[in-house]
């Protein structure tokens, strides 16, 4: 009988797996948790994971390639696997952000480590993935021996989801989960001096501080952008309240620092209370622990 | 009484909480000063271990401060003289603050439940003599969603004060959103000592939030969200979500097990009902006859 002996990792492999990204260890457990289900055919990660420009504030951007027929299935219950597995603390916010690459995207938030990770998945049928390849760079994790040829049916239902997807309108509920996610990006942002970025987020709070207004007090708008924002939220004294609370954040400085980026959430907190208490109510206790979290961030800085 | 324990104010309890109040409860205050200092050596403590494992979703960690072999990695419970650990040694707010509460330790240590880390529903105890013993607690660091769960209420344990749990009795605790809970636990043989520490139990409103009852409604699409992740063969995620409702609505006892039970037995996996049946036999640590 023949004793076999383990290498023995360096002691600088040691250091290495150490210092191990947190990044990392939360793209393990995704393909782990991920790759269990049938109907997942690709995992590929993109962004400064895949370049290998990541840092500590990264966010982790997987693309997960979905079977055509299964694609609304998945969607429609990404929120509970990801809320089961990896205890995100809010729902997923419908990325409005990452280009059109063939199918729907979705930030979350997941506490690892005393602080919020920021989590990009990008739900792709499995008949776009070559396309979206040809388009990002992207590396494949993982991807299913067994993804057969997509039958045109499920083609079809798979673009009629995502079709589905892009045309309902954000409910009060996720437009503030949407604050919340900007919020953190944006001070991610500012943490790195990325004051182009910073800009744009800014005004994404701002739109989405309106369009919680219009979506709570004009359900039925037939305006978009900030035309008629005086003639239908301003019918109302809590449409002007949050109208003039609006004006007077827009009249800040352009590019954010990071006091006035938790002055627009407190702002967007304030407004969606005014304006849709219950949705703001349903959300208490992950506001709650989101600016726990924030504190903690702030403590540590 | 120590000069860094206080007592807490008198409270009428309703019949209810009087209830809740044997099963959980607030002992006495805990000076600020020496809270902070044993916050700080139990941050700097090590993990422990993931001991176990069976009772928990993982993210449950505990390192021994009294225990029987004076390892701090040592964290199986039982009876008899604890000794201190050698972590115990490094830790010495804590080893004054247990000193001078002058009860007869049975097992002492630091545990520590990450974000989104769940113990299941469960009986602790049950393998040991019959002695009379409670667990004491003491918070260190803490957030609103670290609750404990029992006779279908929420409490949370607040940093600030001693509780008393009555472990016997089924009962789970959470993190749901985290940052970390980190909790000292005493197990502690009943003594004159422990009933003097434990003479005025009170619960206070804001630790107390009794759970919705789950509607017929609300069941089947509890059952039906999990039997769509099961379907998409994310069965682990599936029976999760209904052991998780154990957290969130008034269930009889060994209900979130059941509810995997007839999950399974509703997709024709009568060997996995009858595992969990069996499953939820064991963490409440039922008898044959109470079968």
């Given amino acids: ?301 | 009484m120590t000069g860094t324990l206080a007592a807490l104010p008198r409270q009428d309890a309703a019949a209810g909480t009087r209830e809740l109040v044997e099963q959980v409860a607030r002992l006495v205050e805990i000076d600020g000063a020496l809270l902070e200092r044993m916050q700080a050596e139990a941050l700097g403590a090590p993990l422990g271990v993931v001991a176990y494992g069976d009772y928990q979703s993982g993210g449950w960690w505990t390192v021994s401060l009294l225990n029987h072999s004076g390892d701090p990695m040592d964290t199986v419970i039982g009876d008899g003289q604890a000794r201190p650990t050698s972590l115990l040694a490094q830790m010495p707010a804590t080893a004054e603050f247990l000193d001078g509460l002058g009860l007869d330790l049975m097992y002492v240590r630091l545990a520590r439940l990450g974000p989104n880390s769940f113990l299941w529903p469960h009986r602790d105890y049950a393998e040991l003599s019959d002695t009379p013993r409670h667990r004491l607690h003491v918070p260190l660091l803490t957030n609103s969603s670290a609750t404990l769960v029992t006779h279908g209420t929420r409490v949370h344990m607040a940093a600030g004060a001693m509780w008393r749990l009555t472990p016997t009795v089924e009962h789970g605790v959470c993190n749901a959103t985290g940052p970390d809970r980190l909790h000292l636990i005493a197990d502690v043989y009943a003594d004159d000592a422990y009933h003097r520490l434990a003479s005025n139990p009170c619960l206070l409103d804001d630790d107390v939030a009794p759970l919705p009852e789950l509607s017929g409604a609300d069941r089947a699409a509890l059952l039906g969200k999990a039997d769509a992740l099961a379907d998409l063969g994310y069965t682990d995620a599936a029976e999760q979500t209904l052991l998780r409702t154990y957290f969130g609505v008034a269930l009889p006892e060994g209900g979130a097990y059941d509810l995997i039970a007839e999950l399974h037995e509703r997709r024709g996996n009568t060997a996995a009902a009858e595992r969990w049946r069996a499953n939820r036999d064991r963490l409440l640590a039922r008898t044959a006859d109470a079968r």
């Fill in chain 1, 1 to 301: 009988m023949t004793a076999t002996t383990l290498a023995q990792p360096s002691p600088l492999d040691q250091i290495a797996a150490a210092n191990r990204p947190v990044q990392l260890t939360v793209l393990d457990s995704l393909i782990t948790a991920l790759t269990q289900g049938g109907a997942v055919t690709h995992l590929l990660v993109r962004g400064s994971l895949a370049t290998g420009t990541a840092d500590r504030l990264s966010d982790v951007d997987l693309v997960i390639g979905v079977r055509d027929g299964r694609l609304a299935e998945l969607m429609a219950h990404l929120d509970d696997l990801m809320a089961v597995q990896f205890g995100v603390l809010l729902p997923g916010w419908r990325d409005t952000i990452v280009g059109p690459l063939g199918g729907a995207g979705y930030v979350y938030l997941v506490p690892h480590a005393d602080r919020l990770l920021q989590l990009d998945l990008y739900l792709c049928p499995a008949s776009g993935i070559e396309r979206l390849r040809g388009r990002v760079d992207a590396r494949v994790l993982w991807q299913n021996p067994d993804a057969a040829i997509t039958a045109p049916a499920d083609r079809d239902a798979s673009a009629e989801t995502l079709a589905r997807f892009a045309d309902t309108p954000a409910s009060c509920g996720q437009l503030l989960v949407q604050a919340l996610v900007l919020h953190a990006m944006l001070r991610k942002r500012i943490h790195r001096g990325q004051a182009f970025i910073a800009y744009e987020l800014l005004h994404l709070m701002h739109t989405t501080i309106r369009d919680l207004a219009r979506t709570a007090l004009v359900p039925h708008s037939r305006h978009h952008g900030w035309y008629h924002l005086p003639d239908e939220v301003g019918r109302t004294d809590t449409g002007r309240n949050a109208l003039a609370q609006l004006t007077a954040a827009l009249s800040d400085a352009p590019l954010p620092n990071a006091d006035q980026a938790d002055r627009v959430l407190n702002l967007a907190l304030d407004v969606a209370g005014q304006v849709a208490p219950q949705a703001v109510a349903e959300l208490a206790d992950r506001i709650a622990a989101y600016r726990l979290y924030q504190q903690r961030e702030n403590e540590a800085a």
